[in-house]
């Protein structure tokens, strides 16, 4: 069983940076790959930002790349989601998502095995 539980949301400016952490415990951390969703108001839940267990690979949704950055640290069991420029399109809930398995579709939701509750990303214009 893996327990993953988001911090670091909250509210800013547009232009503004906020980053999230994503803490795991339970499984092997280091052996999964986390990725970050989110859900606006009144729309789907959306992808965000993948990272493989290794930390060797990532990608990003189009409207986040070059402002979002996915990291990690194994020895922490900790992902991070470092959110620059802000944009008040930005605002929704973001979620953290564990995939144990080792998907090849690491965009869509149903690939992943567990979920954290999610945090709250407030943008100011």
């Known amino acids: 069983q893996v327990q993953l539980v988001e911090s670091g949301g909250g509210l800013a400016q547009a232009g503004g940076s906020l980053r999230l952490s994503c803490a795991a415990s339970g499984g092997t951390f280091r052996r999964y790959a986390v990725g970050w969703f989110r859900q606006a108001p009144g729309k789907e839940r959306e992808f965000v930002a993948v990272?493989?267990?290794?930390?060797?690979?990532?990608e990003y949704a189009d409207p986040v790349k070059g402002r979002f950055t996915i990291s990690r640290d194994n020895a922490k069991n900790t992902v991070y989601l470092q959110m620059n420029s802000l944009k008040p399109e930005d605002t929704a809930v973001y979620y953290c998502a564990a995939d144990l398995w080792g998907s090849n579709n690491p965009r869509v939701e149903d690939e992943y095995d567990y979920w954290g509750q999610g945090t709250q990303v407030t943008v100011s214009s």
């Open positions: 990272i493989s267990w290794s930390a060797s690979s990532t």
